[in-house]
């Protein structure tokens, strides 16, 4: 193996650290709905005086689904939270990421901000100053409001 490609190649876990990242998240993120759930739903069998019923029957339940559908719902957190990791994390071959090695904060010139912009850039992307954190940071931003 040539030492370029030894270079290029950065393992399992640095080339899909973005799907590994997400993946964490969406099973921690369901492990804990499911607990809370459980006891949750429990809690009100026996407010009810009805019996109360085992994790396994709990996680196939049409209650558990239907939580798990409308929680993944929410589309907008999801968005944010996947265009932040995306700023930070790294995964091979995808379009939405840096190319490995590449990663990291880049010079305003490597941006081709503020005082090194392209001739058709946005104004704010020249502005600097706050502006340029408002421009730099404008999908962010645009998700977190709506």
Do not use: C
Not at 90 to 117: N, R
Request: proline fraction near 3%; charge should be negative.
């Amino acid at each position: 193996m040539s030492e370029q490609s030894a270079e290029r190649r950065g393992g399992f876990v640095r080339d899909n650290a973005l799907s590994l990242f997400f993946g964490a998240i969406f099973l921690l993120a369901l492990v804990g709905q499911a607990f809370s759930g459980w006891q949750e739903y429990n809690n009100q069998q026996v407010a009810d005086g009805l019996s109360t019923i085992s994790l396994g029957s709990f996680l196939t339940s049409a209650t558990f689904g239907v939580d798990v559908v409308e929680n993944w719902q929410s589309e907008y957190l999801q968005f944010l939270l996947y265009i932040w990791a995306t700023v930070w994390l790294i995964q091979h071959g995808s379009p939405e990421s840096k190319t490995p090695g590449d990663e990291g904060l880049e010079t305003t010139a490597d941006q081709k901000l503020g005082s090194s912009p392209l001739v058709g850039s946005p104004k704010w992307a020249k502005a600097g100053s706050w502006r340029l954190g408002v421009f730099s940071n404008s999908l962010v931003l645009l998700i977190a409001l709506t």
